[in-house]
């Protein structure tokens, strides 16, 4: 029995060896950043081991890294949503979006950004993804092509160099004697360089592009100066002999150089002296006076993944200290690949609302590089997958982007894209804005329009008159337009609507506001929303049809006025044990509550969810009173008192 024993000992020790080798080798390759082979070492592990929490989340990001996506989520859901923190929940609602399963990721991602102390997360989550849809509910202006010229590897980050493109790619199999990059185990990128077809956008006749100034490994993501021949790229952190110089954690971070190009080569480079070899700096562009480098960087103080930065370039050649462009733009996630067209930044973000993977943004840019909302510039620019480096001609009618979409030719492809002009004829829009109320007209009302993508349309924002009107001319025919009427004091109202079709004329748009004053009701100088009687099935605290009714009302005036702070307080009337009464008004103020949350609302504008019982009575019905139900029904009541904001 003892050597039994002895033997049953010796094999369980031998396999939880075995798993520990397992797990000990997937892991060094997860850290090596080998991630394709990091997934089949996990994959042995997983088949005798009951991985910790620890494990799963890495497997589940070796996945995401890969672009496994439904691997990936079934290993995240093995962690639970609401206890994942915020960099796995974020990989998490991208993959479920990369499925196209946008409903759930919106779902998730609402009620998660509705616990945040942060409310304005919330309202920028709702309003980027109103954006969107209406993006693609009406249409895009853009048609795409794929191109010839893709390989089977990664083909991508196109510029525009005199009449020709530069793009990276690793089709080059015999780059370095064959030996690949691991993250992704394809060959290291090149530059090439390919002349342009002028009618259909096709890249032709492609050949390497300065290659004897290539390092032995990544070289991408160039960008010009004005003078055409200064030069920007990226490319890994090397030292003497062109040997890979780590970081003291083993990681090997991109850097950006400059050089002059002289002929088929490169002179005077130099490594620009922001970079480090602890962080990396990547995706150079510039603003079209040469006066600004913008790039994507990992540096310690950034919002999120990886962030974007400019940095100012002096007349001599010097660089100012590099500034991240804040918030507006950065996220928790990844903001990548600028291009700068005019006064219009573009670059690719993971973080923002969008269709999955990197989307497509927009957003304008002034010389002191201040930066506006992001626009999602939509499908079919953007898909459930990466789309990222975009770049547009000078007359904002042709460009190409890179995407690793599915039905393309290999990992990363290049699309070239034409745009539609903007249509030459032109409507008036016109309206009077009224009080729902009194119908009467409101003066100083501001009303303001503007496209799916945040441009201003027409001549501008303008205000009522004293007869409540207005007139914004110049409204582009079949144009999608979002107009909205504002006004201090007063509820807002917008109109979504697509102009009409020539011949130009006017359209017409009434807007109604709501006077806040008639919104609330005020007992003991104590502000309320003005609701009727919330009724409660007996015994019960579920919500009814017609509490929901009410209760909407208090989600409409939360809507409208984003600053109200409220608290929410329940009663009973006396019948029913006091204990018992305690119980049941919590249970309703928190069944409020509940439905208030779900209709999008930040729990940090609800101060406190409590119930009283009858201990704060209307009337003279306390224990054993007789009273009629009518006096009973005045002490069942659910109230939504305003603590601040408003107004």
Not at 492 to 521: H, M, R, W
Request: proline content about 3%; some cysteine; glycine content about 8%.
């Amino acid at each position: 029995m003892k050597k039994y024993l002895f033997l049953a000992v010796l094999l369980l020790t031998s396999l939880l060896a075995s798993a520990q080798y397992k797990l000990e080798k997937a892991n060094k390759l997860y850290d090596e950043m080998a991630y394709t082979a990091a997934a089949e070492a996990y994959e042995d592990y997983v088949k005798g081991a009951n991985p910790t929490t620890s494990t799963r989340m890495r497997i589940a990001d070796t996945y995401y890294y890969i672009n496994r996506f439904t691997d990936a989520v079934k290993w995240y859901e093995k962690g639970k949503a609401d206890k994942l923190d915020d960099d796995h929940f974020n990989r998490y609602i991208q993959s479920l979006r990369c499925l196209k399963q946008y409903d759930k990721a919106d779902e998730l991602l609402a009620a998660k950004l509705g616990k945040s102390k942060k409310p304005e997360l919330l309202q920028n989550f709702l309003k980027q993804k109103k954006q969107l849809d209406s993006i693609n509910k009406y249409g895009s202006v853009y048609t795409i092509d794929t191109l010839s010229i893709n390989s089977r590897k990664s083909d991508f980050g196109t510029a525009f160099y005199r009449d020709k493109v530069v793009y990276s790619s690793a089709k080059d199999t015999a780059h370095l004697g064959g030996r690949v990059y691991k993250w992704n185990e394809q060959p290291f990128l090149d530059l090439y360089v390919a002349e342009r077809d002028t009618i259909t956008g096709a890249l032709v006749n492609e050949q390497k592009f300065m290659p004897k100034s290539h390092t032995r490994y990544h070289n991408a993501s160039v960008a010009f100066a004005p003078d055409g021949q200064t030069i920007y790229y990226s490319t890994n952190t090397v030292k003497k002999r062109d040997r890979l110089n780590n970081a003291s954690n083993g990681t090997n971070n991109l850097r950006i150089n400059r050089a002059t190009i002289s002929g088929e080569e490169l002179i005077n480079e130099m490594v620009l002296p922001f970079c480090n070899i602890k962080y990396s700096v990547a995706h150079p562009a510039l603003t079209e006076d040469g006066k600004w480098l913008i790039f994507t960087s990992d540096m310690q103080g950034g919002f999120g993944e990886t962030d974007l930065y400019a940095v100012a370039i002096s007349d001599d050649g010097t660089y100012g200290k590099p500034v991240n462009l804040g918030e507006q733009v950065n996220t928790a996630g990844k903001e990548m690949f600028p291009f700068v067209r005019g006064n219009r930044l573009y670059f690719s973000s993971n973080g923002h609302y969008g269709l999955g993977g990197l989307d497509i943004y927009m957003c304008t840019l002034s010389d002191d590089i201040k930066v506006s909302e992001p626009v999602n510039l939509g499908a079919p620019v953007n898909s459930n997958r990466d789309d990222f480096a975009y770049i547009i001609n000078g007359e904002n009618t042709f460009g190409y982007f890179s995407s690793n979409r599915e039905g393309g030719k290999g990992d990363d492809d290049i699309y070239y894209f034409t745009r539609k002009e903007e249509p030459s004829c032109l409507h008036t829009l016109t309206g009077i804005v009224t009080d729902a109320t009194s119908k009467k007209p409101i003066e100083g009302v501001t009303i303001k329009v503007g496209d799916a993508y945040g441009n201003v349309v027409g001549t501008g924002d303008v205000t009522t008159d004293t007869e409540g009107r207005y007139i914004v001319e110049e409204v582009p025919c079949n144009l999608y337009i979002m107009a909205g009427a504002f006004k201090k004091g007063y509820s807002t109202d917008t109109e979504d609507v697509t102009a009409p079709g020539a011949p130009s004329g006017e359209v017409k748009i009434d807007f109604q506001l709501v006077k806040y004053d008639n919104l609330i009701t005020k007992e003991n100088n104590v502000a309320k929303i003005k609701i009727n009687p919330i009724y409660f099935d007996f015994d019960k605290y579920d919500i009814t049809p017609q509490g929901a009714q009410e209760l909407d009302k208090v989600v409409y005036v939360m809507q409208q006025f984003p600053d109200i702070v409220i608290k929410i307080e329940s009663h009973t009337d006396s019948r029913g044990s006091d204990d018992y009464n305690m119980e049941l008004s919590q249970n309703r103020a928190n069944a409020t509550y509940n439905y208030i949350m779900a209709k999008g609302i930040n729990a940090g504008r609800i101060e406190s969810v409590k119930g009283y019982g009858e201990t704060i009575l209307l009337n003279h019905c306390s224990n054993n009173v007789p009273c009629t139900d009518e006096e009973h029904q005045l002490n069942r009541r659910s109230d939504f008192i305003i603590v601040s904001g408003g107004q």
